[in-house]
């Protein structure tokens, strides 16, 4: 097999553990360990004067290659466009997107910087495989520098309706730039039929069948390729954090609480506003709760020079604090919010300990939080997931609790419905759930997006 080329905007360091905690990074670093070649993107850093030459870094068969970013580069770019534009309009967040063409610009310029510090590290049968949101023009660029050779792209995020993308000013620039890949890969049948809506409707292309779109002179080949994660790796840490006998389960802990859990990044798609106030709902109606749950939301600050994603760390402190001090006891405290990160081992053991995993996205391309929770559940009691609709696993992991993050009622009610569910019915939902997580794993998704890309046709 080819060696395989990966981009994407951050390279993550293959010794930080606490990396390891899901996402992209692990499936990134596993199909790269299999296959031998190159991770190529932004270093994480800012510098006066970025080096010319990308950092390099050998880890068995894989070359990790890194370059600094100007603060202004970093500013338009990343800060900019792709997270100030491109996050919250792909996340149906048009009252948060902000428009600017210098910020444009220098997505557009670290894109041409990408490739042209790429171009020399590529070999000629490497398979190149870019990922996300922040590289749509990659391709491009590294067309107009004389590769031919077939691209992959894959989309994490979702890709939004028509309507939405449309009121971004570069919207055909930008689309078009992105057909300059050979696959295009989304994680739901939701994302593909938003992208077709799209060629279709707005670029004048035609779908051809088999997986084909015609469009801008070019014939590309789209498809969904839902990500997975690494199940047999979480059941087995969750089998041995079973037999160390740490656990948070209520039993161990005093007045025999049960615990509700949710982790994420600190971000506004992930719906944490609307979560707190669901399980305020949740208190509220069902006062015999009260004393008896705890709600842990693990959520690691992100994107901190983000104005908007200040705002929501501040929004959700004064929440917490809101409810904690409206419902506490000398001996009970509803909300435990806590700002780090915790690596994956102990993630396995919060999710086995608690009964109730609470994933509420307003928008997830797919949520893995979602899949690594039921992978971690002990098969003898397992825990119930409670599952916005509007989370990609939410199509595959359709014997969840699925809600309506938007209806504080509804979570509420379902949470209810999770901690008094009977053994038989947790055991059956769960089952159904891992067949899924069993069949679809990383690995699956990784070699389907090769397979496909690794038989792609020239059409340069
Ligand atoms: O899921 C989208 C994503 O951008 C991933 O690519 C990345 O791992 C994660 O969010 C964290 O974002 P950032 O790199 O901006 O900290």
């Not at 870019?130 to 520098?145: N, T």
């Not at 002179?217 to 390729?225: A, D, L, P, Q, S």
């Not at 041995?240 to 609480?257: C, V």
């Not at 990044?265 to 949740?282: A, E, I, P, T, W």
Request: neutral net charge; hydrophobic residues 40%; glycine residues 8%.
């Amino acid at each position: 097999m080819s060696r395989l080329v990966v981009v994407s905007n951050r390279v993550t360091a293959v010794t930080d553990k606490k990396a390891k905690a899901g996402g992209l990074a692990v499936a990134l670093q596993d199909a790269l360990q299999e296959h031998g070649g190159v991770w190529f993107g932004w270093s994480g850093k800012v510098s006066p004067n970025p080096s010319s030459t990308p950092e390099k870094k050998q880890v068995g068969t894989v070359t990790y290659a890194t370059i600094d970013l100007s603060r202004k580069l970093y500013n338009e770019y990343y800060s900019g466009f792709a997270n100030r534009t491109l996050w919250p309009l792909f996340h149906y967040r048009l009252d948060l997107t902000a428009f600017s063409k210098q910020n444009y610009s220098g997505y557009q310029q670290v894109n041409t910087l990408f490739a042209s510090k790429l171009l020399p590290l590529l070999e000629d049968d490497d398979l190149i495989w870019v990922h996300d949101y922040h590289l749509m023009p990659l391709g491009d660029e590294l067309r107009k520098a004389g590769v031919t050779r077939p691209i992959g792209f894959f989309l994490h995020t979702p890709f939004p309706a028509m309507e939405i993308l449309t009121a971004l000013p570069s919207h055909k620039t930008l689309v078009k730039a992105l057909c300059a890949y050979d696959v295009i890969g989304f994680q739901t049948e939701n994302d593909l039929r938003a992208f077709l809506d799209y060629i279709v409707h707005e670029a004048g292309g035609g779908i051809m069948g088999n997986h084909l779109v015609h469009v801008f002179g070019r014939t590309i080949r789209v498809e969904i390729f839902p990500i997975g994660i690494d199940t047999e790796d979480i059941v087995k840490t969750a089998r041995q954090t079973m037999r160390s006998g740490r656990k948070l389960r209520s039993k161990d802990m005093p007045g025999e609480r049960e615990w509700i859990i949710g982790v994420d990044r600190l971000d506004y798609s992930k719906g944490l506003v609307d979560r707190f106030h669901s399980f305020q709902r949740l208190l509220e109606t069902y006062a015999a709760y009260r004393g008896r749950v705890t709600f842990m939301q693990i959520a690691p600050p992100s994107r901190s020079e983000v104005p908007e994603y200040k705002e929501i760390r501040h929004e959700l402190e004064a929440q917490a604090g809101h409810i904690n001090g409206r419902f506490a006891e000398y001996d009970w405290v509803p909300i435990n919010y806590l700002n780090k990160s915790f690596t994956r081992k102990e993630l396995v053991g919060f999710y086995q300990a608690s009964r109730i995993g609470l994933v509420t996205p307003l928008r997830d391309g797919m949520n893995l939080v979602a899949k690594e929770y039921v992978a971690s559940q002990n098969p003898q009691d397992p825990g119930v997931l409670v599952l916005s609709r509007f989370a990609g696993a939410a199509r595959e992991l359709d014997t969840a609790l699925i809600v309506n993050p938007f209806d504080y009622d509804a979570v509420a009610e379902a949470i209810a419905k999770g901690l008094d569910m009977p053994l038989e019915e947790r055991r059956e939902r769960w089952a159904a759930m891992m067949e899924v997580l069993r069949h679809n794993t990383l690995g699956v998704w990784r070699d389907n997006f090769l397979d496909v890309l690794s038989n792609c046709p020239y059409d340069s």
